[in-house]
């Protein structure tokens, strides 16, 4: 005689997993930009659930007997998946805060687009960054271990434990400071060039005041800006990647 009573349970732990990964999945870069439609991302947390279930079904415990307490699992799932997707999308955010001071530098903060990794307008220098950094961690196979940081995530975070709530709000701001300060570091080689282009502009000003120096100054700017952009690019893309498999790195084993 066939018996079905394992169904529950399995349906249980599947809808559980799902709910985990698919909040990762919306926050993560790369896996869950806005440009990709939802139902191929709901179809890639289906998948990747299906591939996860044998390997962590195990850290789930019986179906609760009462709503709140299925509440509570489902809510801190989804919490935990958030929570470890917004990591990697607070990183990315410090390729916007490098692109908007790199675009104000070089007079180019009025060239606006849509940034399909946010869905939103954005500098254009900011976008550039953010589709290449997007780019290269699928070129350098660090989706895969977004990947390994869904899987690595149920021994850090356990289903059915408390949300250990300082511990995100403390991380949260840290991540968050530490994007600023990558995202002005990889913009510092652009402020020392706005601060002298801008001082020797003021010099020439006033040393030959006859000469329009609107007319000369704009287009200077943009042409020294983007070959400095060009010269420093990959060594601005490689300390992001380094940055961002560092931050990733806390949750993969």
Request: hydrophobic residues 60%; aromatic residues 10%; glycine residues 8%.
């Amino acid at each position: 005689m066939i018996t079905i009573d394992f169904l529950p349970q399995t349906a249980f732990t599947f809808m559980l997993i799902f709910s985990r990964l698919a909040a990762m999945i919306m926050l993560m870069p790369a896996l869950g930009e806005t440009s990709i439609p939802a139902q191929v991302r709901l179809v890639m947390a289906f998948l990747l659930s299906l591939v996860m279930m044998p390997l962590v079904a195990s850290t789930y415990g019986a179906i609760p007997v009462t709503v709140p307490g299925l509440a509570f699992i489902v809510f801190t799932e989804i919490a935990v998946g958030l929570f470890i997707g917004g990591v990697a999308r607070i990183i990315m955010s410090a390729l916007h805060v490098a692109g908007n001071i790199i675009a104000l530098q070089m007079s180019l903060a009025f060239a606006q687009n849509v940034d399909p990794t946010q869905g939103q307008q954005g500098v254009l220098i900011s976008n550039f960054l953010s589709l290449l950094a997007v780019t290269l961690i699928f070129a350098t196979s660090l989706d895969h271990l977004l990947i390994a940081a869904m899987r690595d995530s149920y021994e850090i975070f356990v289903p059915g434990q408390a949300i250990p709530v300082g511990d995100f709000s403390q991380m949260a701001v840290k991540l968050v400071s530490d994007a600023f300060r990558i995202g002005l570091q990889l913009a510092a080689p652009f402020l020392v060039f706005g601060l002298v282009f801008y001082v020797g502009i003021g010099l020439l000003s006033r040393l030959m005041p006859q000469i329009q120096i609107f007319f000369i100054a704009m287009p200077a700017n943009i042409t020294l800006g983007l070959v400095l952009l060009l010269f420093l690019l990959g060594a601005m893309m490689t300390w992001f990647l380094q940055a961002f498999e560092q931050s990733i790195s806390m949750f993969a084993g």
